[in-house]
C-alpha cells in the first residue's frame, strides 16, 4: 500500500495536484488540482502486458451481497479526471468524455474478477475491458511515468 501511495504523490507532484491521502478514495477521487478539479487514479500494471484497461464499475463482498459502485463507477459521477497509470505511461481522461466512449464501445458483456490483492477477502469486482488505444483517444494528456 504504502508503494501505491509513493506512486500516486509521484504522478500529482508531476501534475502539480495535491495528494489527499485517501480522504476522498471512498466518494471516487484521490487528488484535486489547482483549479479545484476532482482527480481519481488506478494503477493498472497488466495493461502494459494485454493493451487493455479494466475500469471497476461495481463491487461485492461475496456471493450474497449486492452490487455497489466502485472505481471507475464512482469515479465517473464525482471525479472530473480519470487517471491510470502502469509501469511506464500515465493517461489523463476527462471522466465524461470516457463514460461516453467506453458505452460506445462495450458489449452488453461486464466482466468480473476477483480482488487479487486479497483473495481471502473474496471480494469481486464488475467492469469493462478497453483497449490502451480507447483510453488514449479521450485523454488530454498521456506521457511516461515519473521516477
Given at each position: 500500500?504504502?508503494?501505491?501511495?509513493?506512486?500516486?504523490?509521484?504522478?500529482?507532484?508531476?501534475?502539480?495536484?495535491?495528494?489527499?491521502?485517501?480522504?476522498?478514495?471512498?466518494?471516487?477521487?484521490?487528488?484535486?488540482?489547482?483549479?479545484?478539479?476532482?482527480?481519481?487514479?488506478?494503477?493498472?500494471?497488466?495493461?502494459?502486458?494485454?493493451?487493455?484497461?479494466?475500469?471497476?464499475?461495481?463491487?461485492?463482498?461475496?456471493?450474497?451481497?449486492?452490487?455497489?459502485?466502485?472505481?471507475?463507477?464512482?469515479?465517473?459521477?464525482?471525479?472530473?479526471?480519470?487517471?491510470?497509470?502502469?509501469?511506464?505511461?500515465?493517461?489523463?481522461?476527462?471522466?465524461?468524455?470516457?463514460?461516453?466512449?467506453?458505452?460506445?464501445?462495450?458489449?452488453?458483456?461486464?466482466?468480473?474478477?476477483?480482488?487479487?490483492?486479497?483473495?481471502?477477502?473474496?471480494?469481486?469486482?464488475?467492469?469493462?475491458?478497453?483497449?490502451?488505444?480507447?483510453?488514449?483517444?479521450?485523454c488530454i494528456v498521456?506521457?511516461?511515468m515519473p521516477d
Amino acid at each position: 500500500m504504502d508503494d501505491i501511495l509513493a506512486r500516486e504523490r509521484a504522478v500529482a507532484d508531476t501534475f502539480g495536484w495535491t495528494h489527499l491521502d485517501g480522504k476522498h478514495k471512498a466518494e471516487g477521487w484521490d487528488m484535486v488540482t489547482p483549479d479545484g478539479s476532482r482527480v481519481t487514479i488506478r494503477f493498472d500494471v497488466i495493461s502494459e502486458e494485454t493493451g487493455m484497461h479494466f475500469l471497476e464499475l461495481e463491487q461485492r463482498a461475496d456471493r450474497e451481497s449486492r452490487w455497489k459502485a466502485s472505481g471507475f463507477g464512482l469515479a465517473r459521477k464525482q471525479a472530473h479526471y480519470w487517471v491510470m497509470a502502469n509501469s511506464h505511461t500515465v493517461y489523463v481522461a476527462p471522466t465524461k468524455a470516457l463514460w461516453k466512449a467506453l458505452k460506445k464501445a462495450r458489449a452488453d458483456e461486464k466482466h468480473s474478477r476477483r480482488d487479487l490483492d486479497d483473495k481471502e477477502k473474496r471480494m469481486y469486482s464488475r467492469g469493462q475491458i478497453i483497449p490502451l488505444e480507447t483510453l488514449e483517444s479521450v485523454c488530454i494528456v498521456v506521457c511516461g511515468m515519473p521516477d
